[in-house]
C-alpha cells in the first residue's frame, strides 16, 4: 500500500500536476477539436471503403494486447484516483462540490488527465472493429459515445468540475469490466456475462443522476460549487447515453427474451 500510495499519489510527477490551457499535451480547444475531426474523418472513409480486413491471427495479439492495456490502466485510474482524492479530500463534501475556484492540480486532476488521455487510445476500439469486417457493430451510440466522452472529460479538467472523481472512478470501474470481457472473448473464451455490462452501464448512468442530487443540494445551499455548467452538459450527456442504453438493452436482450418465449410456446 506505501508503495501504492507513493507513485499513484505522492510521486512528484502526480502530486505537482497542473492543467495549465496551451502548457501541457492535450490543453487546448484546438487539440481537442482536431482530434475528434481526426476520428470522424477515418471512422467515416474507412467505413465507406472496401479495405481489406485484418487475418485474424494477426487481429487477435493486437485487439488482445489494446484490451489489456486498457483493462490495466481502468484498474491503475481506479485505484489511483480512489487513493488521490482520500488523501486531498479535506472533508466527505469535497467529495461531490469542489469549492468555486478550486484549481486543476493535484493528484486527483492528474487522474482525471490520465482518463482524458485514456479516452483518445479508445478510438482504437472503432479502428479495430472496422479492420474485423464487423461493419455492424459501428453503431450510432458506438461513435457517438467515443466522441462526446472525450469533450466531456476535458470540461471536467477545464472547470475543475464536481462530482469529477466519483464519475471517474464508477467509469473506470465499468471498463475494467468491459473489457476484461473483451479480452475474454478476443482470447477464445466468450463469458456469458455479456449483459451484466451493459446492465452495469445503464446503472452507472442512474448512480450519477442519484449523486447530482447531493452536488446540487451543496451548490444551492452553500457558496456554490466548482464547474457546474460543465455538470450541466455532463447531465445531457448522461441523458442522452442512458436512453441509447436502455435502447440497446432492449433490442438486444428484452426483444430476443420475448422472442424466445413465443418459440417456445
Not at 29 to 50: K, V
Request: hydrophobic share 45%; with cysteine; net charge positive.
Amino acid at each position: 500500500m506505501d508503495s501504492l500510495h507513493h507513485y499513484l499519489v505522492v510521486h512528484p510527477t502526480v502530486a505537482n500536476f497542473e492543467w495549465k490551457q496551451g502548457h501541457i499535451w492535450g490543453a487546448s480547444t484546438q487539440f481537442l477539436t482536431l482530434t475528434i475531426f481526426c476520428y470522424l474523418t477515418l471512422t467515416y472513409l474507412l467505413s465507406h471503403s472496401q479495405i481489406p480486413t485484418l487475418y485474424p491471427l494477426l487481429l487477435r495479439p493486437i485487439s488482445a494486447a489494446h484490451n489489456l492495456l486498457l483493462l490495466l490502466l481502468s484498474l491503475a485510474m481506479v485505484v489511483g484516483c480512489s487513493l488521490s482524492a482520500a488523501s486531498q479530500t479535506p472533508d466527505t463534501r469535497w467529495m461531490f462540490c469542489f469549492p468555486p475556484d478550486t484549481p486543476p492540480s493535484g493528484p486527483t486532476f492528474f487522474w482525471a488527465y490520465v482518463f482524458y488521455l485514456s479516452k483518445i487510445v479508445e478510438f482504437i476500439d472503432t479502428f479495430l472493429i472496422i479492420l474485423s469486417g464487423s461493419i455492424k457493430r459501428l453503431s450510432f451510440l458506438h461513435v457517438y459515445h467515443h466522441t462526446v466522452v472525450l469533450i466531456m472529460c476535458y470540461i471536467w479538467l477545464h472547470t475543475s468540475q464536481s462530482l469529477m472523481p466519483v464519475a471517474l472512478v464508477t467509469n473506470a470501474s465499468v471498463h475494467v469490466l468491459m473489457y476484461a470481457y473483451y479480452l475474454s472473448c478476443t482470447l477464445g473464451w466468450r463469458p456469458r456475462w455479456k449483459r451484466v455490462v451493459t446492465d452495469v452501464q445503464i446503472v452507472q448512468f442512474m448512480f450519477s443522476f442519484a449523486v447530482s442530487g447531493l452536488m446540487l443540494y451543496y451548490h444551492f445551499s452553500g457558496i456554490g460549487c466548482s464547474g457546474i455548467w460543465g455538470w450541466c452538459f455532463n447531465a445531457v450527456f448522461n441523458a442522452s447515453l442512458l436512453g441509447l442504453f436502455l435502447d440497446f438493452h432492449f433490442r438486444n436482450y428484452a426483444r430476443r427474451k420475448k422472442e424466445e418465449k413465443t418459440k417456445g410456446s
